[in-house]
């Protein structure tokens, strides 16, 4: 449906956002917060003015960059019709 650009993975000390980085590839099936998954850090990440060590556990979560939508122009507004909310 959508061509993917790439990946990014953020990764969370309790629930505050410590570090973001991008992945051209991944092994994971499942993304965003259903796929949330506790590591231990093993080795320093350094993200703008902070370092975090090695050891720390942190949550990742990893998202997938979408790019343009993929199709012909007849089912690209077929997918956008069908994507709407009924109220």
Do not use: H, W
């Amino acid at each position: 449906m959508f061509e993917i650009k790439g990946y990014t993975k953020e990764y969370y000390i309790g629930y505050k956002l410590v570090a973001k980085e991008i992945l051209e590839t991944t092994t994971r099936e499942k993304f965003g917060y259903i796929g949330r998954k506790l590591e231990t850090l093993k080795e320093d990440i350094q993200y703008k003015k902070k370092t975090i060590r090695k050891g720390t556990e942190v949550y990742t979560e990893v998202s997938p960059i979408c790019g343009k939508l993929l199709g012909s122009q007849k089912e690209k507004f077929q997918i956008l019709a069908n994507s709407r909310n009924k109220f």
